[in-house]
Nanobody, 120 residues
Framework: QVQLVESGGGLVQAGGSLRLSCAAS????????MDWYRQAPGKQRRLVAA???????NYAGSVKDRFTISRDNAKNTMYLQMNNLKPEDTAVYYC??????????????WGQGTQVTVSS
């Protein structure tokens, strides 16, 4: 089994910054593509940013130039640096990863979610 543990969420004023972390542990051979999603109240869960095992990135248009996704493969950890936060960024943020396990099979995992609240 693999666990994804998120940290770094909290309360922040508009214009402020937060950095989210997602640490993977368990029966991991390697982490493949990893992503951040978010879900605002009454809304669908949406992709925020994605990063491949090789470091290629993609962003939702609403966060491009404000958020930066990165990863540290040696630590099995992914990050989301969130700058110039806006009230519309308020949501539960979820870590997602495609994991190649020690069995040789690949499975997708989700973190528990962490709340980000931006006040205006």
């Amino acid at each position: 089994q693999v666990q994804l543990v998120e940290s770094g969420g909290g309360l922040v004023q508009a214009g402020g910054s937060l950095r989210l972390s997602c640490a993977a542990s368990g029966s991991i051979r390697s982490l493949n593509d990893m992503d951040w999603y978010r879900q605002a109240p009454g809304k669908q869960r949406r992709l925020v940013a994605a990063i491949t095992s090789g470091g290629s990135t993609n962003y939702a248009g609403s966060v491009k130039d404000r958020f930066t996704i990165s990863r540290d493969n040696a630590k099995n950890t992914m990050y989301l640096q969130m700058n110039n936060l806006k009230p519309e960024d308020t949501a539960v943020y979820y870590c997602h990863a495609d994991v190649l396990e020690t069995t040789g099979h690949e499975y997708s995992y989700w973190g528990q979610g962490t709340q980000v609240t931006v006040s205006s």
